[in-house]
């Protein structure tokens, strides 16, 4: 009988073993040059807000997940060969992106905003805008909305692999300003000794046919099982303070919006 018990224990290890074995990681792809929501710390590791709730998801789903760093630009086309499983980096839930990825249900959601010199006049038909050079990060919906909207009132626009390259390039006055997210131009350029001297100007930009309805989680077409348990796990650590603790920890607002 000992010899049976301890065979069935040895069998049960096995098993487990191997079940733990077989359970792949997750494997979610993030541009890490987004401050605060993602960039590289001075030792080379990824910080912000995108990489924290990242790993806050996968405690909640008890699934181990790697982070695989990608140029955005690059991240859909890295999800679609299977390189990556998820894309986490702020990525806005848009009827264009949604013909080629499915979307969870959003993380947070904040508006568009232009910078530039403080004092600079822009209307809401922002007009004042024409023969101006506008950084925009490549890739991204507002470059889409920079190329679509801004380019027929006779803005330069001007793309680039990341928006710390923008940055430079305002501080250093090769472009008049950049329009990207409000959040991230506050607290990765406005707040810094680069960004003084500068301002958001013109309106709010949120229009749901370029910037969609929030930010989400981007897996692939059909892949339900994924966009399931990460709604459910979005959920769950807004409903245990997982998330406010983590928001609180980058902002002094409510990021997640209505």
């Known amino acids: 009988m000992k010899k049976l018990a301890l065979f069935g224990a040895l069998a049960l290890s096995v098993l487990s073993a191997t079940s733990f074995a077989d359970e792949k990681p997750l494997k979610i792809g993030i541009e890490a040059a987004y401050p605060p929501f993602a960039s590289k710390a001075p030792d080379g590791s990824i910080v912000g807000f995108d990489y924290d709730i990242g790993n806050a998801l996968c405690a909640e789903m008890k699934v181990k997940c790697t982070w695989v760093e990608q140029e955005f630009d690059g991240l ?7 390189k990556i499983d998820a894309i986490l980096s702020s990525m806005s839930i848009t009827d264009d992106r949604k013909k080629s990825v499915d979307f969870t249900n959003k993380y947070y959601a904040t508006p568009a905003r232009l910078v530039m010199k403080s004092g600079t006049q822009v209307s809401d038909s922002m007009v004042e805008l024409k023969g101006k050079k506008i950084g925009v990060q490549r ?10 909207v801004l380019k027929p009132l006779g803005v330069e626009v001007m793309p680039y692999g990341s ?6 390039d305002v501080a250093a006055g090769r472009l008049d300003g950049t329009l990207a997210d409000a959040t991230l131009l506050q607290d990765g350029f406005l707040n810094t000794d680069a960004g003084k001297g ?5 309106p709010s930009v949120n229009d ?3 910037f969609g309805d929030g930010i989400g989680i981007a897996v692939r ?3 339900k099982a994924n966009v399931d348990r990460i709604n459910a796990a979005i959920q769950g650590i807004r409903a ?3 998330y406010k603790k983590i ?4 902002f002094d607002f409510d990021i997640y919006g209505k």
């Open 76 to 82: 859909i086309p890295a999800l679609k060969v299977r």
């Open 221 to 223: 077409k059909g892949d």
């Open 247 to 250: 928001q609180d920890k980058y």
């Open 139 to 148: 890739g991204t919906i507002h470059d889409r909305y920079a190329n679509e």
């Open 208 to 210: 749901p046919k370029y």
């Open 198 to 202: 500068y301002a958001f100007v013109g």
């Open 240 to 242: 245990n303070g997982e």
């Open 163 to 168: 928006q710390n390259e923008i940055y430079l």
